[in-house]
């Protein structure tokens, strides 16, 4: 949940880059190699669920795809280690300390603190308590017997007898995720599902968060004056966001409910992490169409792994996501007068128009 997103995501982003393309930072690379990782485990998963697959042939089939995606990466990050990325690590980790040496690096060294100790408070009451949560009596049984009956779908939940597919239930497979996960730790589903799925996927909506921040804080003015420090504003915001989590659970509904309390669901992952990438990705791509009149080709590839990795968390996520992302785009054209991204956008809605559609179709 942490080693084979990243090397995926560094696989992704570095292979046959150029040296002149700029270096991306560390929580863009886990955000693209957890979506690639999801779109990854939907594409193999959904046609064994159609097909009243077993679960091990999607647990095999995802293992070495996913592996190997993985280890490339790794092999492409020594490579370059070799080539002077140790080099631009080591300068890097000297400024970061140098710069602890004055007030102003002591100070945020200080609120940087204080985010990670609210970081490590979530984490901690998300794994000690125990939510109640009625959805569980429908997912967590899906998750179990996957894991260890082997079939997907093929039971009801609530009374353990034979039944047919739930489509709806069925296009978006992320319990059997939490199935893969638990097999690959050797643990049951449920234990799987409350309490390690909130130790990963509380940290990578964080990091995402991080990324969104250093955007926003990087266009700071003062008073129209001049520009604030990004590198002070920027624990600042996660901070923010932070208590805002902590004390979002005002109902059932908001993400900082399924973040903290309901973090094994699709719903959480879809709300928490795919749509907090798409707008950091939907911002690169605004920033590209200024700069260049269109996004990069790699966005796009990007926008569409979102759009599948979104699918997985809910079949609600095409609708969704594609509503966001259109609207977005036009924005984005209304702005700056090129056409070639409203393309580029509806090309990125296309897995999820494709999943609309066998959905109404067999339905």
Request: aromatic share 12%.
């Amino acid at each position: 949940m942490a080693v084979v997103p990243a090397g995926m995501g560094y696989f992704a982003l570095y292979a046959g880059r150029n040296k002149k393309d700029k270096t991306e930072s560390p929580g863009f690379l886990f955000g693209v190699g957890y979506v690639l990782m999801w779109a990854v485990f939907q594409l193999i998963a959904v046609p064994f669920v159609l097909r009243a697959g077993r679960f091990r042939q999607v647990e095999l089939f995802f293992e070495a795809v996913s592996l190997t995606l993985a280890l490339a990466g790794g092999f492409l990050f020594l490579l370059h280690l070799k080539q002077g990325l140790w080099r631009e690590i080591v300068l890097w980790g000297r400024g970061v300390v140098s710069g602890l040496k004055s007030r102003t690096g002591l100070s945020r060294l200080f609120l940087w603190g204080i985010f990670l100790a609210g970081l490590l408070f979530q984490m901690l009451q998300a794994y000690r308590l125990a939510y109640a949560d009625g959805d569980d009596a429908y997912y967590i049984p899906i998750s179990t017997a996957a894991n260890l009956g082997g079939g997907m779908y093929a039971i009801d939940s609530y009374t353990g007898a034979p039944t047919t597919l739930d489509l709806r239930h069925g296009l978006a497979p992320f319990p059997i995720w939490v199935s893969f996960i638990a097999a690959k730790c050797g643990v049951n589903a449920a234990v799987a599902a409350h309490s390690l799925m909130p130790l990963v996927l509380i940290p990578v909506t964080y990091v995402l968060y991080l990324e969104i921040g250093r955007m926003l804080c990087g266009n700071v003015t003062i008073n129209n004056k001049g520009h604030a420090d990004p590198k002070t504003l920027l624990p600042v915001f996660m901070i923010l966001v932070s208590l805002l989590q902590i004390f979002g659970n005002y109902s059932i509904y908001p993400a900082s409910t399924f973040l903290l309390t309901r973090t094994r669901q699709g719903k959480a992952a879809l709300g928490n992490v795919i749509l907090p990438f798409l707008l950091l990705l939907l911002y690169r791509m605004a920033e590209e169409v200024k700069e260049q009149g269109k996004a990069g080709v790699r966005d796009v590839l990007w926008l569409m792994g979102s759009m599948t990795a979104g699918c997985l968390c809910s079949t609600m996520a095409g609708f969704l996501c594609g509503l966001l992302l259109l609207l977005t785009v036009v924005l984005v054209f209304i702005l700056y007068r090129k056409p070639y991204i409203l393309w580029q956008g509806l090309l990125g809605c296309v897995p999820g128009i494709v999943y609309a559609l066998l959905y109404l179709r067999a339905g």
